[in-house]
């Protein structure tokens, strides 16, 4: 494998992460020889990697951050699903597949009724008045919600959520794993 680093050459990861020091005296962990003989091998090359790709250079795949404008008036909203009054409008990413930011739109005195998500997500209230509440648990019921408010949903966990105010809510979520709405099945 031949990993590119920013600012740096090509480095050959053939045999271990030792490869990435040329000379004994480069490498801080004793003789290069032994950093990775049996005794020591779990423990030491995973702390190694782990601090090779915690390393604020360390390759990832990543998309490059790029500037970008969006008005408000532009946003495209779609309905999350039929008989649902929902809209949602993609901010980054695809909340399908992954990591994304998204809007959420619900009209005043919308009720959700019971539901889950395939993902954890975070949100925050940007308009209106919002509950959110799990009802197995208790979690949140009779919290009232407003602008600048947070939560945190976990997933697959029924929860119900409702626009109490006389506008319009809306909602900003955040998941960094694929999300999709759920509902559970009627008997």
């Not at 032994?34 to 779990?42: E, I, L, M, T, V």
């Not at 949100?123 to 197995?136: L, M």
């Amino acid at each position: 494998m031949t990993i590119k680093l920013k600012n740096a050459g090509l480095i050959s990861w053939k045999k271990s992460p030792v490869a990435l020091f040329r000379t004994s005296a480069e490498f801080p962990f004793g003789k290069r020889g032994d950093f990775c003989q049996p005794a020591q091998r779990h423990r030491r090359c995973g702390m190694l990697l782990g601090l090779i790709f915690l390393l604020p250079g360390a390759p990832r795949a990543e998309t490059p951050m790029v500037n970008r404008y969006l008005p408000a008036e532009k946003l495209p909203w779609y309905q999350e699903a039929p008989n649902v009054p929902v809209k949602l409008a993609p901010l980054w990413g695809d909340r399908a597949t992954g990591e994304a930011g998204t809007l959420l739109s619900a009209p005043a005195g919308f009720k959700s009724g019971a539901h889950s998500h395939t993902a954890d997500y975070w949100a925050v209230v940007v308009a209106g008045t919002w509950e959110h509440w799990v009802p197995s648990t208790g979690e949140g019921k009779g919290i009232r919600l407003t602008p600048g408010a947070h939560w945190t949903q976990v997933r697959t966990q029924l929860h119900e959520d409702a626009c109490v105010s006389t506008i319009p809510c809306t909602i900003f979520l955040f998941n960094k794993d694929p999300y999709k709405t759920e509902f559970p099945k009627k008997n």
